[in-house]
């Protein structure tokens, strides 16, 4: 009993001194590599474009939150296709893919600063041979014996280094990145949404253009015609008037091609077969909102691309971190406890416990300068990745600077296009009065028709312009200039 007793304490002692230095060396461990430092990007305080935006008012409090910034234009069909498509865009589903794959990859990584145990059992059956080298049999027979062990072993690599936790620290980016490209995508294809819807609403309002012209066209044939048959025009006005109405009909079919498409890549968006959707003719295109003055450019943070970049430079730094561990010793401490017995009556009787422990490092003396060239090329992704955010700050800025300007001058160009309908229309009411007057030939009439269906086309893909410019502002500024969202 004091021998079992005494193998009992030397086994608890092992263990104790085991998970003692092990801690101790995790605790007093250092993490080589750099530390992640939040990258610098030369972004002024405020956009120039926003200095004069549509609107008077400073940014307004926080109203509109980044999952439904597409509120803002008070649209209840565009609320529903937006609906559909966070829930169904397979673009999306694929982005959440990913999400779910770095996060398992974060979980793996984490693992690795835990112990590995497990059991292994065996059992054996052995004959050894009666004239053996070094025969423990001092009567001279051959020995057949079994051979029960059920042991639990346990390997542990302390981290004294870092290398587990750097590696860590990357795979932990690598899905916060994957978590922000998510929330890109989700932008990405909810302003794709909007754009498409915006640009059918244009071309219904074009279709209406052109059918009330077929119709002032067909007047204006039906005229010429008669006219022609009292003698009062010539075969050429008839023909004038036949092909400028045939020319228009074109035009419309080739329209109704364009909304067709439009519709079609719509249902795709919103993770539906083509023939599911039908998008009936909506009302005349909308007024975008009004854009405040004064838009810091720290709302560029909102953006998930930069959030993106900014994730992808600190997974960089830490491989750093896993590249230089490298040059140093790797240290292991394995452990066995368990039973051992030739009887598996008497398996589990104390007398037969069985424990070790032992501890390694595996150091690396010549690699042929492998490990030199994984530093380099830790470090050259860094400054890839370094550039790359800098790059994907800048490019913002122009993305929100365009869209400001755009929104601008297409404000003004569509009060100047408004007054160039007006003059269009007069011009054609007079071209028109003076044709029945006699006074001029009907092509006068046709370049008149032909100016106000210009015009009015211009019009209306000036209005969707605008629309779409509006969308395209607010992506660039990750969701709109209201509301807040959490990095």
Known sequence: MRKLRHRHMDVSRLTSFALTAALTVMISGCMVGPNYHVPSAPVPPAFNGSTTGTS???????????????KVFHDPVLDDFEIQGDSANRDIKIAIAHVDEATALT???RSYLFPTVG???????????QNRPNNGNTNGHAATYNDIVLPLVASYEVDAWGRLRRSLQAARATQQASEADLRFVRLETETTIAIDYYSLRESDQELRILDRTLADLQQG???TTSRFQHGLSSDLEVAQAK????????EKQALEIQRAQ????????????????????LPDNPTPPETPVGLPADLLTRRPDIAESD?????????????????????SLTGLVGYESTNAVSLLNWQNTIASLAASATAPIFTGGRLRAGVDQAQAAYRESLAQYEKTVLVSYQEVEDQLSALQYLSNQSRSQALAVADSERTEQIAMQRYKAGLV?????????????????????????????????????GGGWTGSRTP
Not at 119 to 129: I, K, L, N
């Open 262 to 281: 439009l519709e079609h890549a719509l249902a795709v968006l919103l993770g539906r077969t083509v023939e599911s959707l039908s998008v009936p003719i």
């Open 441 to 477: 030939s009907y092509l006068d009439v046709v370049i008149a028709q032909q100016s106000v269906l210009s015009n009015e086309r211009t019009s209306s893909q000036i209005a969707g312009q605008r629309m779409t410019a509006s969308v395209v502002l607010i992506k660039s500024l």
């Open 221 to 223: 044939f039906d005229l």
């Open 107 to 109: 979980s793996s990584a």
């Open 243 to 250: 092909t400028l109405l045939d020319q228009t009909a074109a």
């Open 311 to 331: 994730r992808n430079v600190a997974a960089a730094t830490a491989r750093i971190g896993v590249a230089k561990a490298a040059y140093f010793p790797q240290i």
């Open 56 to 70: 008077s008012e400073t940014v307004p409090p926080a109203a509109i939150s980044y999952s439904d910034w597409w």
């Open 119 to 129: 059991a292994a059992p065996g059992v054996s059956r052995t004959r050894e041979a």
